[in-house]
T-cell receptor
Framework: AQTVTQSQPEMSVQEAETVTLSCTYD???????LFWYKQPPSRQMILVIR??????QNATENRFSVNFQKAAKSFSLKISDSQLGDAAMYFC?????????????FGKGTKLTVNP | DTGVSQDPRHKITKRGQNVTFRCDPI?????LYWYRQTLGQGPEFLTY????????KSRLLSDRFSAERPKGSFSTLEIQRTEQGDSAMYLC??????????FGDGTRLSIL
């Protein structure tokens, strides 16, 4: 079974600094998608970045980048130049496709605090 | 693109009552998903529709839960004889083909 583990329940960072959120996953598949979603307090879940497993190049979206280590099954998120608006719960997710169905399997999340 | 819409935003009900939630996906999104999120946890998958066909239903979805997506447009999630343990945020998401899922604001259910 696919599982996603986020080992940091909470993290904090100073405004303008860089922070890295960790995520590991378990799967026996060779091709899959990984995602980071952001959920601000009382607001909807927003896609931050995605990575296709067959692509060796790490995905980047402006200040957000990932360090994808396929052999280690690690998928960390780096936020550069942190802003107050980055404060939120961050969820790592694995896209499972099986038997004509699909779903996201989420980790428990990391609460990010940005200090001014 | 008006986003995924969920109604109501909040629902408070007494234990034993039935509740129904509605989700309107992004126009032309053929895939629709329901998730449940409890405090301090990540969302957990409940069920998946491709067009009007319900292709997967989680074991989390007991026989008190039913979901429909008539005509492959909006979807409803009904919980019968609600229990305390049903208190959670119910999230709906939609996607088109292999594109990422877009989430709604969710319906927060509180059982008295």
């Amino acid at each position: 079974a696919q599982t996603v583990t986020q080992s940091q329940p909470e993290m904090s960072v100073q405004e303008a600094e860089t922070v890295t959120l960790s995520c590991t996953y378990d799967t026996s598949e060779s091709d899959y998608y990984l995602f980071w979603y952001k959920q601000p307090p009382s607001r909807q879940m927003i896609l931050v970045i995605r990575q296709e497993a067959y692509k060796q190049q790490n995905a980047t979206e402006n200040r957000f980048s990932v360090n994808f280590q396929k052999a280690a099954k690690s998928f960390s998120l780096k936020i550069s130049d942190s802003q107050l608006g980055d404060a939120a719960m961050y969820f790592c997710a694995y896209r499972r496709i099986q038997g004509g169905s699909e779903k996201l399997v989420f980790g428990k999340g990391t609460k990010l605090t940005v200090n001014p | 693109d008006t986003g995924v819409s969920q109604d109501p935003r909040h629902k408070i009900t007494k234990r034993g009552q039935n509740v129904t939630f509605r989700c309107d996906p992004i126009s032309e999104h053929n895939r629709l998903y329901w998730y449940r999120q409890t405090l301090g946890q990540g969302p957990e998958f409940l069920t998946y529709f491709q067009n009007e066909a319900q292709l997967e239903k989680s074991r989390l979805l007991s026989d008190r839960f039913s979901a429909e997506r008539p005509k492959g447009s909006f979807s409803t999630l009904e919980i019968q004889r609600t229990e305390q343990g049903d208190s959670a945020m119910y999230l709906c998401a939609s996607s088109r083909d292999n594109q990422p899922q877009h989430f709604g604001d969710g319906t927060r259910l509180s059982i008295l």
